[in-house]
């Protein structure tokens, strides 16, 4: 899929059955805001897994990952994965 910074972002879209997912890396080590090609249909939902422990509940952060495609942005190094159900 085409994005507003492809020679540092990569993305692309795999269909399995009844559901599309967009997937998007960031291969430098800079953040990334920009725009991913996302076609029309149904909304994609961040499905990213987290990759560290949890801290404890009086020491987490507000969730700071909103992505509202087209829209996207990414931490150096960072990907993000998104699911929507097609019909």
Known sequence: LANSDERRILSY????????????????NQSFT??????GGATFVDVTP??????????????????ALPALTLGGHGFRIFRRRIS
């Open 34 to 39: 920009g725009f991913v090609e996302a076609a």
């Open 50 to 67: 987290e990759l560290a422990a949890p801290p404890p509940a009086a020491q987490r952060p507000a969730k700071g990952r909103t992505n």
């Open 13 to 28: 879209l795999r269909r399995s059955g009844d559901e599309e997912f967009l997937i998007a890396i960031n291969f430098s």
